[in-house]
């Protein structure tokens, strides 16, 4: 019984700590990928569709792990890449305190760090 036991809390140890990995590598990805596009979005007119439909992939595996709050706070960001693109474009000079105003992964961010402190341990 004991073995038995233990073998159990192993297992889902390692359930637990394989879902924390894989959502840190999803929340890693959609961060870089966001970032890009954002920076892109400030001084492009044309946006980039495929690595959005990256990024809106990214979004839809979100949907499948993911609490709401997360996903809520991820299409935000991406429709805000969006209007972002469909802006006009900011100078360097404009960047330093367009940036100190808007941080467009905050959010996303913050949602993420609450759900990996919400998920059991065991």
Same mark, same amino acid.
């Given at each position: 019984?004991?073995?038995?036991?233990? #073998?159990?809390?192993?297992?889902? /140890?390692?359930? %637990? $700590?394989?879902?924390? !990995?894989? +959502?840190?590598?999803?929340?890693?990805?959609?961060?870089?990928?966001?970032?890009?596009?954002?920076?892109?979005?400030?001084?492009?007119?044309?946006?980039?569709?495929?690595?959005?439909?990256?990024?809106?992939?990214?979004?839809?595996?979100? #949907?499948?792990?993911?609490?709401? /709050?997360?996903? %809520? $706070?991820?299409?935000? !960001?991406? +429709?805000?890449?969006?209007?972002?693109?469909?802006?006009?474009?900011?100078?360097?000079?404009?960047?330093?305190?367009?940036?100190?105003?808007?941080?467009?992964?905050?959010?996303?961010?913050?949602?993420?760090?609450?759900?990996?402190?919400?998920?059991?341990?065991?």
């Amino acid at each position: 019984m004991t073995g038995w036991v233990t #073998r159990r809390r192993r297992v889902r /140890e390692r359930h %637990h $700590a394989h879902a924390v !990995a894989k +959502r840190e590598k999803l929340y890693r990805s959609f961060v870089e990928e966001a970032s890009r596009l954002y920076a892109d979005a400030l001084t492009c007119d044309k946006s980039e569709i495929p690595a959005l439909v990256n990024l809106y992939a990214l979004i839809g595996r979100m #949907r499948i792990l993911s609490d709401d /709050e997360v996903v %809520h $706070a991820a299409e935000r !960001a991406g +429709r805000l890449i969006i209007e972002t693109y469909l802006a006009p474009n900011t100078s360097f000079v404009d960047l330093p305190g367009f940036m100190e105003e808007m941080d467009p992964l905050r959010e996303f961010g913050e949602a993420c760090r609450r759900e990996m402190h919400a998920i059991p341990s065991r």
